[in-house]
T-cell receptor
Framework: EAEVAQSPRYKITEKSQAVAFWCDPI?????LYWYRQILGQGPELLVQ????????DSQLPKDRFSAERLKGVDSTLKIQPAELGDSAMYLC??????????????FGPGTRLTVL | KQEVTQIPAALSVPEGENLVLNCSFT??????LQWFRQDPGKGLTSLLL?????REQTSGRLNASLDKSSGRSTLYIAASQPGDSATYLC?????????FGKGTRLSVIA
């Protein structure tokens, strides 16, 4: 069964350092999402791509976060510089379409970031 | 702004018991509602998706209902098993990205 791949699974970094996360969606899925999940909370959307274009990045802290999906397939989320409050699980998800009534999102295993 | 609330926050039941998890949302103008399962330190697994025109969906021992007008959904788990222990999240899709509740942490005791 096809799955969303993410790496690394765990990342420990010191504040002010740069970190990057990678996501490979399910083949053929045009829509890709990055979420941040703080412990004990539900995931919150950071950015949504349709192919290589950003559809929604309204909740992305653009002063330190950036995301790209250059060829419309895999994607990278970067944080520079990392802050203590960035410690969270970063989840990637993909869906075949953005059809609102049938859109099921499939999630990857996540990257657990700890900022010291 | 859509808000999703899940009650209870945590639940512990003996194996074999039937149980109900609750989800409420403030804006009834939704396209669909989805229930997910999350194991500790892992990603989310989709369990059931209910479209706004539907009243319920079933998969094995799971049954999810949706009452859009009252802004409520329930997830019914029959004959619970220790393997059902996880956090269950509901999420609603409207004209905004998916909005998640904080989840219900379920423990099924053998």
């Amino acid at each position: 069964e096809a799955e969303v791949a993410q790496s690394p699974r765990y990342k420990i970094t010191e504040k002010s350092q740069a970190v990057a996360f990678w996501c490979d969606p399910i083949s053929g899925h045009a829509t890709l999402y990055w979420y941040r999940q703080i412990l004990g909370q539900g995931p919150e959307l950071l950015v949504q791509f349709q192919d290589e274009s950003v559809v929604d990045d309204s909740q992305l802290p653009k002063d330190r976060f950036s995301a790209e999906r250059l060829k419309g397939v895999d994607s990278t989320l970067k944080i520079q510089p990392a802050e203590l409050g960035d410690s969270a699980m970063y989840l990637c998800a993909s869906s075949f379409t953005t059809a609102t009534s049938t859109d099921t999102q499939y999630f990857g295993p996540g990257t657990r970031l700890t900022v010291l | 702004k859509q808000e999703v609330t899940q009650i209870p926050a945590a639940l512990s039941v003996p194996e074999g018991e039937n149980l109900v998890l609750n989800c409420s949302f403030t804006d009834s103008a939704i396209y669909n509602l989805q229930w997910f399962r999350q194991d500790p330190g892992k990603g989310l697994t989709s369990l059931l998706l209910i479209q706004s025109s539907q009243r319920e969906q079933t998969s094995g021992r799971l049954n999810a209902s949706l009452d859009k007008s009252s802004g409520r959904s329930t997830l019914y788990i029959a004959a619970s098993q220790p393997g059902d222990s996880a956090t269950y999240l509901c999420a609603v899709k409207g004209n905004t990205p998916l909005v998640f509740g904080k989840g219900t942490r379920l423990s099924v005791i053998a």
